[in-house]
């Protein structure tokens, strides 16, 4: 019921910035929170931040102070802005999205993954 189209990985150098965005979609759903994940090469996936419908975040220790996600519910677009860029953020980074469909009185939840996109820190 949800779709989720990341955007904004490329290759940067340590010190640069980047800024991903997730376009979300889909049909008489709520989307309650929403999170970006990475995956490093032979490492498992970890939350980097998520930000709830109340706009509670949370960030991984690794990124506080350098990250910010922040989201625009009127356009359904998550996005995650990467400041001091680290060798060590280098990965495939997937937005992930809880949500909730169906009845008012007794509503059902999923969640979804995007499709990810490569972020490349490296001089």
């Known amino acids: 019921q949800v779709h989720l189209m990341e955007s904004g990985g490329g290759l940067v150098q340590p010190g640069g910035a980047l800024r991903l965005s997730c376009a979300a979609s889909?049909?008489?759903?709520?989307?309650?929170?929403m999170g970006w994940y990475r995956q490093a090469p032979g490492k498992q996936r970890e939350l980097v931040a998520s930000?709830?419908?109340?706009?509670?975040?949370n960030y991984a220790e690794s990124v506080k102070g350098r990250f910010t996600i922040f989201r625009d519910n009127a356009a359904n677009t998550l996005y995650l802005q990467m400041n001091t860029l680290k060798p060590e953020d280098t990965g495939v980074y997937y937005c992930?999205?809880?949500?909730?469909?169906?009845?008012?009185?007794?509503?059902?939840?999923?969640?979804?993954w995007g499709q990810g996109t490569q972020v490349t820190v490296s001089s």
């Open positions: 992930h999205a809880a949500f909730s469909y169906g009845p008012v009185e007794r509503p059902l939840s999923g969640d979804t």
């Open positions: 889909g049909r008489r759903v709520s989307i309650d929170s």
């Open positions: 930000v709830s419908g109340g706009a509670w975040t």
